[in-house]
């Protein structure tokens, strides 16, 4: 099955040039020209990847962007007029993934697909010799990427499964932000090390016996009290 994007941006002609050049790729796609489309397209059916205007009628997709984040780590590409720094580092702090500025070329748009989808399947794949990881009551199934806690299955989304294994795997040792950026988002996010406090703190309200600790002015760590003792 072919991956489905939708693309969520209220100039119609935009709409319709990225079209073409994604399904030229082979993509399915859905056009939607609001944020409350966006929004029961994610209901009903959710897309593998999002692009995303930022200047939307009704709710914005700053706004919406947040919304997919707080529950899913699906890719998603932002596009949007504004040019200015600090509204990239704000739509990449939001949860995007990546962000282009108007006027682009749609070949560029799909260029960053492909890197984009690339990188998901590369974080799905699993190529560690051991299947299970334990740390107190947690259990990590990576083969299948399950998660078990006091014995029963966690939904959990892909950024919370690789911070969780990469801490379970490393039990006990500090990770500064820096690391976690790079380790949990890639070497080629652009954007601040509050994403990682706000992983962490989903993290934490799922998870609220876990002894994931903060290391003050550093990062954090795993605390495994089989191996402290």
């Known amino acids: 099955m072919n991956e489905h994007i939708a693309v969520v941006e209220d100039d119609p002609n935009i709409r319709n040039i990225v079209s073409a050049f994604l399904k030229k790729e082979g993509y399915e796609v859905t056009l939607l020209s609001s944020a409350e489309e966006g929004m029961k397209l994610w209901k009903d059916t959710p897309p593998d990847m999002w692009v995303l205007d930022i200047m939307l009628p009704g709710m914005n997709g700053y706004d919406f962007c ?18 200015e720094e600090i509204d990239k580092i704000l739509g990449l702090e939001l949860g ?12 560029e748009l799909v260029a960053r697909v492909k890197r984009l989808f690339k990188r998901a399947q590369n974080n799905i794949s699993t190529k560690d010799k051991q299947d299970v990881v334990q740390v107190d009551e947690l259990h990590i199934h990576k083969n299948d990427r399950r998660i078990l806690w006091n014995g029963k299955e966690q939904d959990v989304t892909t950024k919370e499964f690789t911070m969780l294994l990469l801490f379970a795997e490393n039990a006990n040792r500090a990770f500064s932000r820096e690391e976690l950026l790079v380790k949990v988002w890639g070497e080629d996010y652009f ?5 990682v ?7 934490r309200k799922k998870f609220p016996e876990l002894q994931l600790e903060t290391v003050w002015g550093y990062g954090y760590r795993l605390r495994n009290e089989e191996d402290s003792k």
């Open 66 to 83: 947040k919304e997919i984040r707080d529950y899913s780590d699906v890719p998603i590409i932002i596009i949007s007029a504004k040019d």
């Open 96 to 107: 995007g993934d990546d962000y282009l500025t108007k006027p682009f070329s749609p070949r």
């Open 191 to 195: 954007g601040s090390d509050r994403a």
């Open 197 to 203: 406090d706000d992983l962490v703190k989903r993290i």
